[in-house]
């Protein structure tokens, strides 16, 4: 994914309450389901995340022309809310000094707030 470790653990991020869905299967691998449809496995590295993804292989292409691997990788990163610049926040909250923000970052560096679909 090309995210750094300080801008998305996923043990942190999908065991902290926010999904229901995800089953971790060992040390830094994680299972779970986008889209109703679409099979991940997230494998969480020293400094990166790697992925696997299943899209039925009977899936047609999207109205816009995309393929349904570009939309599922594109619902992935969305769900993972990988467009916001976590690092940025991070550090305003560390560098201004505010003592509840700049606590719950030392606990839990890498968190995400995860976009899920409503259930």
Same mark, same amino acid.
């Given at each position: 994914l090309g995210v750094a470790a300080r801008d998305l653990r996923l043990d942190v991020s999908?065991?902290?309450?926010?999904?229901?869905?995800?089953? !971790?299967l060992g040390t830094g691998h994680w299972t779970g389901v986008i889209n109703d449809e679409t099979i991940l496995v997230l494998r969480e590295t020293a400094d990166d995340v790697s992925?696997?993804?299943?899209?039925?292989?009977?899936?047609?292409?999207?109205?816009?022309?995309?393929? !349904?691997? /570009?939309?599922?990788?594109?619902?992935?990163?969305?769900?993972?809310?990988?467009?916001v610049n976590r690092s940025a926040?991070?550090?305003?909250?560390?560098? /201004?000094?505010?003592?509840?923000?700049?606590?719950? /970052?030392?606990?839990?560096?890498?968190?995400?707030v995860i976009c899920a679909d409503n259930i």
């Amino acid at each position: 994914l090309g995210v750094a470790a300080r801008d998305l653990r996923l043990d942190v991020s999908l065991a902290s309450g926010q999904t229901f869905t995800w089953h !971790r299967l060992g040390t830094g691998h994680w299972t779970g389901v986008i889209n109703d449809e679409t099979i991940l496995v997230l494998r969480e590295t020293a400094d990166d995340v790697s992925y696997h993804m299943w899209v039925p292989s009977n899936s047609a292409d999207n109205a816009d022309g995309s393929s !349904r691997l /570009e939309a599922a990788d594109k619902t992935m990163r969305t769900f993972l809310n990988l467009h916001v610049n976590r690092s940025a926040f991070a550090n305003k909250w560390l560098e /201004e000094g505010d003592p509840q923000l700049a606590a719950r /970052e030392r606990a839990y560096p890498g968190i995400r707030v995860i976009c899920a679909d409503n259930i």
